[in-house]
């Protein structure tokens, strides 16, 4: 159920960093209803990135973090959106971004999206 919520909560902080970035698209579904499904999925694929290729990355560049004493987690995360994006661009759905500065300012709000509403929906931190 955790996970569930976590995806959530990923689709939600995608979906507000569509809105307000326009480098970052996420493309497919006609209906509304469509759209959300997309938008979920982008969601799960966003989820299973950070589950399984971020924490390799974090192990291999803890050098960086120390130097850019954590900043460089904001350039780990937007590759992270990415590599997501590169997936999903293999069909005809998915999240598009225009380059890099687009990534970086879109995993700039997801990050701080998803931690505000990790804070604020209690059920989200239990495991």
Do not use: C, H
């Not at 209803?33 to 974090?58: D, M, S, T, W």
């Amino acid at each position: 159920m955790s996970f569930l919520l976590r995806v959530l909560i990923s689709g939600v902080a995608l979906w507000l960093a569509e809105v307000l970035l326009p480098g970052m698209t996420i493309v497919g579904g006609d209906t509304t209803g469509e759209r959300l499904l997309v938008l979920l999925a982008v969601a799960l694929v966003f989820g299973i990135v950070n589950a399984i290729v971020k924490p390799i990355v974090q192990v291999l560049s803890i050098p960086l973090y120390i130097l850019t004493l954590g900043l460089f987690t904001l350039v780990v995360n937007a590759l992270m959106l990415m590599l997501t994006a590169w997936i999903t661009e293999q069909t005809s759905w998915g999240l598009r971004i225009d380059g890099f500065g687009a990534a970086l300012i879109g995993a700039l709000i997801v990050s701080v999206v998803s931690f505000g509403l990790s804070v604020a929906i209690p059920r989200s931190r239990e495991r």
